[in-house]
T-cell receptor, first 108, second 114 residues
Framework: EDKVVQSPLSLVVHEGDTVTLNCSYE??????LLWYKQEKKAPTFLFML????IEKKSGRLSSILDKKELFSILNITATQTGDSAIYLC????????FGAGTTVTVRA | DTGVSQDPRHKITKRGQNVTFRCDPI?????LYWYRQTLGQGPEFLTY????????KSRLLSDRFSAERPKGSFSTLEIQRTEQGDSAMYLC????????????FGPGTRLLVL
């Protein structure tokens, strides 16, 4: 059965800090890894990663995948209070298998 | 709004009652997925459709659950004889279904079974 583990489970930072979120996985038939942001509603798509070592960036967020070591990281630089959310990692073949998420709280 | 929509957004029911949820996917998406999310957990896969065909059902989907997508557009998820353990957020997602899958989620239906 697919296994996706995120760490840490939660963290609290101050505005301006940088956070690094981890996602490790053990899946069969890996096709891609996705990151979502969830703020008391449905997950919103952030990134899809398919190739090792290629960083994807969107503003202050970036993510990279290591298919040899079976993990991905999501970085958020210069955090803002609006970054407070649950960040979900999922691996995909046809369905998504999610980790439990990392709850990020950014204090002003 | 061309995103995934779900109805109702909230549902409170008594144990033993039947409930039905609806999902309208993004119009050009031919894959539709149902997930369930409980507090502190990521969404768990329940079932998915390619057009009108239901291609997989999770073992989480007991006999009390049934999903349909009769015309390959909207889908319904019915729960019969609800139990308190069914209380959760039910999320619908859709994707193009052409290989690499970016799934876009609807706002969810939050179910509370009393």
């Amino acid at each position: 059965e697919d296994k996706v583990v995120q760490s840490p489970l939660s963290l609290v930072v101050h505005e301006g800090d940088t956070v690094t979120l981890n996602c490790s996985y053990e899946v069969t038939n890996f096709r891609s890894l996705l990151w979502y942001k969830q703020e008391k509603k449905a997950p919103t798509f952030l990134f899809m990663l398919t190739s090792s070592g290629i960083e994807k960036k969107s503003g202050r967020l970036s993510s990279i995948l290591d298919k040899k070591e079976l993990f991905s990281i999501l970085n958020i630089t210069a955090t803002q209070t609006g970054d407070s959310a649950i960040y979900l990692c999922a691996v995909a073949h046809y369905k998504l298998s999610f980790g439990a998420g990392t709850t990020v709280t950014v204090r002003a | 709004d061309t995103g995934v929509s779900q109805d109702p957004r909230h549902k409170i029911t008594k144990r033993g009652q039947n409930v039905t949820f609806r999902c309208d996917p993004i119009s050009e998406h031919n894959r539709l997925y149902w997930y369930r999310q409980t507090l502190g957990q990521g969404p768990e896969f329940l079932t998915y459709f390619q057009n009108e065909a239901q291609l997989e059902k999770s073992r989480l989907l007991s006999d009390r659950f049934s999903a349909e997508r009769p015309k390959g557009s909207f889908s319904t998820l019915e729960i019969q004889r609800t139990e308190q353990g069914d209380s959760a957020m039910y999320l619908c997602a859709s994707s193009l279904g052409q290989g690499l899958e970016t799934q876009y989620f609807g706002p969810g239906t939050r179910l509370l079974v009393l």
